[in-house]
C-alpha cells in the first residue's frame, strides 16, 4: 500500500476519533423521567462504579449525600445526618430506576423533600449564583456528572438488608 493512501487512512481514522464522544451522556434537560419520576435509561454509557459512588456519599465537595443520610455501616463517614431517610436496604427498597430518578430530582418522586436535583439545570427556586447573593441564571450546571450519579446509584443498588 503506498505511503500516501496509509497516511490517508490513519487521518481519517484520527478524525473519526475526534468525531465521536468518547462516553455518550444524557444532557440535564434530556432525561426522560416516568411519571412517577423514574428515570429507566442510564445517564451515561458507562456502567456507574460503586466504590466512585462510595466516595461521593461521603465527599462534601459533591455529592455530600452524608449530609443528610446514614449508612450504619459507613463508620468511615462523620457526621452522618438524619434529615433524609438511613439509606441501609437502598439497594432492596428502590429499583435502579427509582434510585436514578430521586437522585437526578427528588422532588418528581417526593413532592416536598427538601433533596436537591443533583442532575438538573433549570426549575430551581431561587438559586445562588455561587457566593455572591445574586440569583443565579439558568441553566445551571448540575450538582453531579451524569457519571457521579451512574455511580451513586451503583453504590446505592449494593446496600442490601
Not at 3 to 8: F, V
Not at 87 to 110: C, H, M, N, P, Y
Not at 138 to 159: N, R, S
Request: proline fraction near 7%.
Amino acid at each position: 500500500m503506498p505511503r500516501h493512501a496509509i497516511s490517508a487512512a490513519l487521518a481519517l481514522l484520527s478524525g473519526l476519533a475526534f468525531a465521536m464522544p468518547l462516553a455518550a451522556e444524557t444532557a440535564p434537560q434530556d432525561v426522560s423521567f416516568a411519571e412517577d419520576g423514574l428515570i429507566e435509561a442510564p445517564l451515561s454509557e458507562t456502567a456507574g462504579d460503586p466504590e466512585n459512588g462510595a466516595a461521593i456519599y461521603a465527599d462534601k465537595t459533591s455529592g455530600n449525600c452524608v449530609a443528610c443520610h446514614a449508612i450504619s455501616d459507613r463508620t468511615d463517614a462523620e457526621f452522618q445526618g438524619t434529615i433524609g431517610p438511613a439509606l441501609d436496604g437502598a439497594g432492596d427498597r428502590w429499583s435502579e430506576a427509582q434510585l436514578r430518578g430521586i437522585v437526578a430530582d427528588a422532588k418528581r418522586t417526593f413532592p416536598d423533600s427538601m433533596m436537591p436535583g443533583f442532575y438538573k439545570s433549570s426549575g430551581y427556586i431561587r438559586p445562588g449564583d455561587a457566593f455572591t447573593g445574586e440569583a443565579g441564571s439558568e441553566p445551571l450546571p448540575p450538582l453531579l456528572t451524569a457519571q457521579q450519579v451512574e455511580d451513586v446509584i451503583a453504590y446505592l443498588a449494593t446496600l442490601k438488608e
